[in-house]
């Protein structure tokens, strides 16, 4: 095929999937993309996914054009290594979720009423969500929760699964009872593996504690890991300003500049 396609700007679609044909042609093309396989990339679309959610809380629009282009590379490059396989083509890809697009918007593009309130529609996705499990033999409630989420989405998802049936606590009060319980048992854990057990069934509890206070914890806990940098930040400034590092100082001075930053960021005079 002749350069042409490659080598124009205007390329779009048909220009990615041919870049991507030729980094994976086993003669000519890229020896590092020729030995990647389905494992080897997915840690690279998770991280594209990740980059791609930075740019847009940061709201650095004029990166997030970049990032987006990243991870629909990621596409690109899975749906090749099908191809190569026999399995199925990018058109294949983007057929099957326009298909799904369309069934599970039968208020938009078939003939029921759009006189619904955003609840009802939650409430209707989740309906013909169900049908298509059930349509591919997934019969338990917990079945197509995907295990390569991350373990705080997954664990909100699986108690949003159980808790459709009635298995949930109803009150948030109960759930703090029960990250008081897990805690205390956490405390007493001597065993290693006991220890890592314990932990985990106290996350477990704080990500059901998320879910009923409507919080997403993946969202809370990075904007704690930014509170966090940009206080550590502003402790490294301070020592910065007087010739020297973290290394040079101790823990009571460092908590002192860190409750100088927090209160700064209150907006409080007497730091």
């Excluded at 108690?159 to 109803?170: H, I, L, S, T």
């Excluded at 477990?204 to 509170?227: Q, S, T, Y």
């Excluded at 930040?233 to 460092?254: F, K, N, T």
């Amino acid at each position: 095929m002749s350069d042409d396609l490659i080598h124009d700007p205007k390329g779009g679609m048909p220009r990615l999937l041919e870049i991507m044909r030729r980094l994976r042609d086993p003669e000519t093309g890229c020896p590092w993309d020729i030995e990647q396989d389905f494992a080897s990339i997915a840690p690279y679309t998770i991280e594209e996914a990740y980059e791609v959610a930075d740019a847009i809380e940061r709201q650095a629009w004029d990166e997030l054009r970049g990032e987006l282009g990243d991870l629909l590379l990621q596409s690109v490059y899975h749906t090749q290594m099908a191809a190569e396989a026999g399995m199925f083509t990018f058109d294949d890809v983007a057929n099957a979720i326009g298909d799904k697009m369309v069934a599970r918007h039968p208020h938009v593009f078939g003939d029921e009423s759009r006189d619904k309130s955003a609840e009802q529609q939650t409430r209707d996705w989740e309906a013909i969500k169900a049908a298509e499990r059930a349509g591919k033999a997934e019969t338990g409630v917990l079945d197509g929760v995907a295990r390569g989420l991350p373990a705080l989405t997954r664990a909100v998802k699986l108690q949003k699964r159980a808790a459709r049936v009635g298995f949930d606590w109803p009150s948030t009060d109960q759930v703090i009872d029960k990250l008081i319980e897990e805690a205390q048992e956490l405390r007493e854990a001597t065993d290693p593996d006991h220890r890592h057990e314990e932990f985990g069934d106290m996350m477990f509890v704080m990500a059901n504690l998320a879910r009923h206070l409507g919080i997403d914890p993946e969202e809370a806990l990075r904007a704690a890991n930014a509170k966090f940098t940009r206080r550590f930040q502003a402790i490294e400034a301070a020592l910065a300003a007087q010739g020297r590092g973290p290394q040079d100082s101790d823990l009571a001075e460092m908590d002192a500049l860190w409750d100088a930053a927090k209160a700064r960021e209150k907006g409080l005079t007497n730091t």
